[in-house]
């Protein structure tokens, strides 16, 4: 039977650990906030969830929208003017 090679380094377990943690404190406060706004818990996840594609929707598309390849300055389509 082949061994398994350890490939987790002490910063990795780190990282793991803190991100645990974090995500117990988001379940903590979810609880918390369910205790607070009662039935209507689901509006706050509503609300997250319409935030996250309005951000989201857009992404698919810039590229599109900005032709230049990534990494290569684009020049200004017109000249900046200094408020006077």
Do not use: N
Not at 4 to 33: C, E, F, H, N
Not at 42 to 53: C, D, H, N, P, R
Not at 61 to 66: F, G, K, Q, T, V
């Amino acid at each position: 039977m082949a061994e398994l090679k350890r490939t987790v380094g002490p910063g990795q377990m780190m990282l793991y650990g803190i991100g645990s943690m974090l995500g117990a404190g988001i379940y903590g406060l979810v609880g918390r906030a369910a205790g607070v706004m009662g039935g209507a818990m689901w509006l706050a996840f509503l609300l997250a969830m319409t935030a996250a594609l309005l951000t989201g929707c857009p992404m698919p598309l810039s590229p599109r929208a900005i032709p230049a390849p990534p990494g290569r300055p684009m020049p200004p389509s017109a000249p900046s003017e200094r408020p006077g």
